[in-house]
Nanobody, 122 residues
Framework: QVQLVESGGGLVQAGGSLTLSCVDS????????MGWFRQAPGKEREFVAR????????YYADSVKGRFTISKDNAKTTTYLQMNSLKPEDTAVYYC???????????????WGQGTQVTVSS
């Protein structure tokens, strides 16, 4: 049973950095594509980044490409989202998710964490 728990959110000034972590406490982690999504107030949930189960393929939304990096440590059953050069428009609740063969569509992810708030001040 996949059980995802995010951490690492917080308040940061524009231009700063944060690293989000997502631990799969159920330890079935390695079979799934892992993704990060975010949802700002009044907006729909949007795709941020995803990484395949092997870690060999990563894909990013255009809005974060070059600033965010997704990675994973299978031994620790943890997925990371390194966020640099943060902008106020990055403010949102960030969710990690797991899904077999998933990509950018949130409907393809079967397991979700509870979310962690990221706030970027100008």
């Amino acid at each position: 049973q996949v059980q995802l728990v995010e951490s690492g959110g917080g308040l940061v000034q524009a231009g700063g950095s944060l690293t989000l972590s997502c631990v799969d406490s159920g330890r079935t982690f390695s079979r799934y594509t892992m993704g990060w999504f975010r949802q700002a107030p009044g907006k729909e949930r949007e795709f941020v980044a995803r990484i395949t189960w092997s870690g060999g393929n990563r894909y990013y939304a255009d809005s974060v490409k070059g600033r965010f990096t997704i990675s994973k440590d299978n031994a620790k059953t943890t997925t990371y989202l390194q966020m640099n050069s943060l902008k106020p428009e990055d403010t949102a609740v960030y969710y990690c998710a797991a899904g077999m063969g998933a990509d950018v569509n949130f409907a393809r992810y079967s397991h979700w964490g509870q979310g962690t708030q990221v706030t970027v001040s100008s």
